[in-house]
């Protein structure tokens, strides 16, 4: 069994090349565009218009009071967003402290994994006995839900009983008392548990484009050669550049996005350190029931996710791939 | 004297590759023996002295069963994550097959709009949803909020276009000749789509169903606002079982991590048993969170 992934250089792993049948349609008789009508009715229904009135409750005073008729409801113009930015909800950060533990959080991470990956899809490149056992175990971690991982790294934390404060207490680095799901730690913690579960995100796509490169290039570096360090850092990461860019930004919004890590790890109020945007949205909203000052928070998170979310798009390059 | 030939696409020397694989080996495996540990660990003495218990407790992995609504949780974690999944499935399809055959306008935006989709937050659709439903049920007296349609329509905001997406790049790599071939013989587009192009394209299918399935099964955000008591996923009800050990006389621990193992194990073993196939849709929707 070997990871098979049809990835060649320079295009993503979700590039789609399609071939239409434009001038044969007419031959065989009549589209059956009806097929597609489900999809687009439901994506509107459950996308598009939801979409809306998440932008049009966050210019509402809106609560569990007013909820019944959401659409009456008293009108504050900019005023969530004042407070979004300014003030946050009554227990935890604003959305611009979240929006900062969101920033470091998800580029942390990624910076973390991105070595991490590289390394771990090295060791697998060339063949060896026992290569396949290797590979499944490094995609373990990654491959356990979400909410599992965060039990396990919350049992792994906890105060005075946890392996690491056991570990580092014996090696007489931390007080054995050290506090990882409160305060200042917890965004450490949270950024451990995290590369721990998704370095692997960056060790497939590597792997995947290391087994893009054609021979005659790590040949050609051998002929010429080039020692270890050299290989990799003139040959093959430039290979991977582009690759490795579209890794880092995928993980990057990927990390950003994440609730269920720190919602599990810490529960809810959580931390201040680790009270990311999309906990914190959640808090506004479900449990102090402000869900016009959710909104705004959720309007800002996707402005700011509009950003990679463009590259993201134009680094695609769609339009120029199905174009044939 | 023969020298050991080098295959070319070697980077690391075998000692080095060898280290490293050994210490991200350990990285990985540190936390998962712990959970097995702790999981037959008994209760009480979790957090004193010694790592190695006095005796095993592998009862914790019978006992969990009623200290939690464990069955219910599953249960209920296979019902809305498979029907979602099924549907978003049957829908794909379809939505597939005509972007990968057809042009027509707006083609091009539906592209980039399922991919662009996945970068919305998902908490972001949860409130507009939760506000509908709730109004709605208010409105018409209709329960919605708590049952499993809100939820598996819920899971559809992804699983659907996800499950498009991997779909339009796998039909896309059918090549169209067989349907060409079909169709002058007479057959219907429809006849094509189900008697050619989906017994081709089925490891896709499964493929989608898999990770459609499992988008659901690994939801904490849309179940804890949406289910109720009776209808809680298993994931839901785990952190809930996690949050209420917090303060209480003896802390569950064994028990918590047995359970964490019964819900990781079977998407572990379906990984492992499928991963050449899994593999590359890891990547494909690597945006959700």
């Given amino acids: 069994m070997s990871i098979q992934q049809p990835i060649p250089e320079a295009t993503p792993a979700t590039t789609v090349v399609v071939r239409t049948a434009r001038n044969r349609s007419g031959i065989f008789g009549g ?50 967003y004042i407070t979004a930015l300014t003030a946050g909800n009554v227990i935890g950060a604003s959305a611009l402290t979240s929006l900062g533990v969101s920033l470091a959080f998800s580029l942390l991470t990624t910076l973390f994994i991105t070595p991490i990956g590289i390394l771990a899809a090295l060791t697998v490149n060339t063949t060896y006995g026992g290569r396949t056992l290797v590979r499944s175990l490094y995609l373990i971690p990654y491959v356990i ?3 599992v991982t965060a039990l396990v790294w919350r049992q792994m934390f906890l105060n005075g009983t946890g392996l690491v404060d056991r ?52 040949e050609a570096a051998d002929i010429d ?22 890794a880092l ?56 996710m509009l950003i990679p979310g463009f590259v993201y798009l134009r680094a695609l390059r769609l339009g120029e791939v199905t174009a044939s | 004297m023969r020298r050991r030939k080098r295959d070319p696409q070697e980077i690391l020397p075998p000692p080095v590759r060898i280290v490293a694989i050994v210490v991200l080996a350990v990285l990985v495996l540190i936390p998962l023996a712990y959970t097995l540990l702790l999981s037959v660990t008994p209760d009480a003495e979790v957090g004193t002295g010694s790592l190695i218990p006095s005796q095993w407790a592998f009862g914790n992995y019978i006992q969990m069963w009623s200290t939690v609504s464990l069955a219910q949780g599953l249960g209920n974690s296979l019902i809305v994550s498979g029907i979602a999944s099924v549907i978003a499935v049957i829908l794909a399809v379809g939505a ?45 007296h209709i329960r919605l909020v708590g049952t499993y349609p809100a939820v598996i329509i819920t899971y559809l905001t992804f699983a659907l276009p996800f499950a498009t997406w991997l779909l339009v ?39 989608a169903l898999v990770f459609a399935f499992l988008t659901g099964w690994n939801d904490v955000l849309f179940a804890s606002v949406l289910t109720s008591t009776e209808t809680r996923t298993l994931a839901v009800q785990l952190q809930a079982f996690s949050s209420a050990q917090e303060g209480g006389a003896l802390p569950l621990y064994g028990q918590l991590m047995g359970a964490a193992v019964v819900s990781a194990l079977p998407v572990v073993i ?20």
């Fill in chain 2, 169 to 207: 790049s796998y039909l896309g790599s059918i090549p169209v000749d067989l349907e060409e071939a079909a169709l002058v013989d007479g057959a219907t587009r429809l006849q094509t789509l189900r008697l050619i192009i989906v017994p081709l394209a089925l490891p896709g299918l499964v493929v």
């Fill in chain 1, 31 to 80: 589209r059956p565009m009806w097929l597609i009508w489900p999809s687009i009715v439901l994506l509107v229904v459950i996308i598009g218009i939801p979409l809306l009135i998440a932008i049009y409750i966050s210019f509402l005073n809106l609560d569990q009071y007013t909820l019944r008729s959401w659409i009456s409801a008293p009108w504050v113009g900019l005023s969530n």
């Fill in chain 1, 249 to 304: 930004l995928l993980s990057t919004l990927y990390h950003f996005n994440n609730f269920t890590l720190p919602f599990v790890m810490f529960g809810t109020p959580p931390p201040l350190q680790a009270d990311v945007l999309p906990l914190n949205i959640y808090v506004s909203s479900f449990q102090l029931f402000n869900f016009g000052l959710g909104a705004a928070m959720s309007v800002i998170t996707l402005i700011i």
């Fill in chain 2, 96 to 140: 597939a097959y005509i972007l990968t055959r057809f042009t027509f306008r707006g083609r091009l935006s539906y592209l980039y709009s399922l991919v662009g989709l996945q970068t919305v937050p998902n908490v972001m659709l949860l409130l507009p949803l939760f506000v509908l439903f709730a109004s709605t049920q208010a409105a018409i």
């Fill in chain 1, 145 to 147: 839900p979400t909410f």
């Fill in chain 1, 167 to 218: 570990f580092l207490a014996a090696i007489h680095v931390a007080n054995i008392n050290t506090y990882w799901l409160l305060g200042p730690n917890s965004f450490w913690a949270m950024v451990i548990a995290d590369t721990w579960a998704s370095w692997a995100f960056i060790y497939i796509m590597v792997l995947a484009g290391l087994q893009s490169i054609s021979h005659e290039v790590y």
């Fill in chain 2, 270 to 289: 379906l990984y492992m048993a499928f991963q050449r196939y899994l593999v590359g849709g890891l990547t494909a929707g690597g945006v959700k969170g």
């Fill in chain 1, 225 to 246: 050669g080039a020692n270890a360090w050299q290989k990799l850092t003139r040959v093959v990461l430039p290979q991977l550049r582009h690759i490795l860019g579209l």
